[in-house]
């Protein structure tokens, strides 16, 4: 499986940015995908997941209500509509994914930049 991250960028504060995670040559429905982040000095943090084939993302709660996370199963791609950033979502993006049973994600994309500033 690989994933492909794009959609990152600058942006001001209160705007919005949509990334797009591509999946390839592997399943899509089965696995859970998530999206993660890192800022500099900082560990990577969760930030959503999702089944696609169930729906219902799961959320870390500094992005509830901000942040929207989905799936299209035609095109094997996840997204993350991510609204009203603030300077503190500034960090680099990952799109992961693992099988449904475990915890422990095994594939990682190559991470997209996200900038929040004015």
């Known amino acids: 499986v690989q994933l492909q991250a794009s959609g990152g960028g600058w942006v001001q504060p209160g705007g919005s940015l949509r990334l797009s995670c591509a999946v390839s040559g592997g399943p899509f429905n089965s696995r859970i995908m998530g999206w993660f982040r890192q800022a500099p000095g900082q560990e990577r943090a969760f930030v959503a997941s999702?089944?696609?084939?169930?729906?219902?993302?799961a959320y870390a709660d500094f992005v509830k209500g901000r942040f929207t996370m989905s799936a299209d199963s035609a095109k094997k791609t996840v997204y993350l509509q991510m609204n009203r950033l603030v300077p503190e979502d500034t960090a680099v993006y990952y799109c992961?994914?693992?099988?449904?049973?475990?915890?422990?994600?095994?594939?990682w994309g190559q991470g997209t930049q996200v900038t929040v500033s004015s």
């Open positions: 992961a994914s693992r099988p449904n049973w475990t915890n422990e994600y095994d594939t």
């Open positions: 999702i089944l696609p084939s169930r729906g219902r993302p």
